[in-house]
């Protein structure tokens, strides 16, 4: 089955920018999405299809993707953005998420 | 404004049927062309795509829970729905419902989610 890689956990110091990402085979062919969830919440989709922002989310979060590899940035990081960050693709009829990197603005 | 609202019972015994429905409010399920899902998260874990349907009820899931899961849709009542059977303790979850974008693989609207816990 697919597998979406992630780091489980960075730290970024108040108003630093920040690059998470996620890693899987040919992404090339795939859109890559993003998602941001705090504790007790549902996910809130942040990035889709690569690069997109969906209308409400601030500028400061903007996504890009390279080889095998996606990016979420994240420019200036607010005590706010203190959450745990998933990307996921739609692969062989499923939807894949990776395990999520979790996220400390210091 | 769209909104999905996740309701059933929080307590499942095992062998059991899990039974969920989705509320859609701010919009129409037979209005559009969207995927309606079920999703789960057990407790510090990550997100987990149970299956889909749309408005004619045609559906989809995943290749780990298919043979448990059917999903059903009420377009008179802007609702849909999943049943798990057979459940364990694996599928203690937060159940989310959520509504696919249109013509992108993900998803723009989600519920708050319930959480489902499976014991005797």
């Not at chain 1, 899987?24 to 969830?37: E, R, T």
């Not at chain 1, 095998?68 to 692969?91: F, G, K, M, R």
């Not at chain 2, 149970?50 to 045609?58: L, P």
Request: glycine fraction near 10%; charge should be neutral.
């Amino acid at each position: 089955s697919y597998e979406l890689t992630q780091p489980l956990s960075v730290s970024v110091a108040l108003g630093q920018a920040t690059n998470l990402t996620c890693a899987g085979d040919n992404f090339g062919s795939k859109s890559v999405h993003w998602f941001q969830q705090k504790p007790g919440q549902a996910p809130v989709l942040i990035i889709y299809r690569d690069s997109n922002r969906p209308s409400g989310i601030p500028e400061r979060f903007s996504g890009s993707t390279s080889g095998n590899t996606a990016t979420l940035t994240i420019s200036s990081a607010q005590v706010a953005d203190e959450a745990v960050y998933y990307c996921q693709v739609w692969d062989s009829g499923t939807y894949v998420f990776g395990a999520g990197t979790e996220v400390t603005v210091l | 404004q769209l909104q999905l609202v996740e309701s059933g019972p929080g307590l499942v015994k095992p062998s059991q049927t899990l039974s969920l429905t989705c509320t859609v409010s701010g919009a129409s399920i037979g209005g559009g062309n969207n995927f309606w899902t079920w999703l789960r998260q057990p407790a510090g874990k990550g997100l987990e795509w149970i299956g889909r349907i749309n408005k004619s009820g045609s559906t989809n899931y995943s290749p780990s829970l298919k043979s448990r899961v059917i999903m059903s849709v009420d377009t008179s009542t802007d609702q849909f729905s999943l049943n798990l059977t057979s459940v364990t303790a694996a599928d203690t979850a937060v159940y989310y419902c959520a509504r696919q974008m249109t013509f992108v693989t993900t998803f723009d609207n989600w519920g708050q989610g319930t959480l489902v816990t499976v014991s005797s």
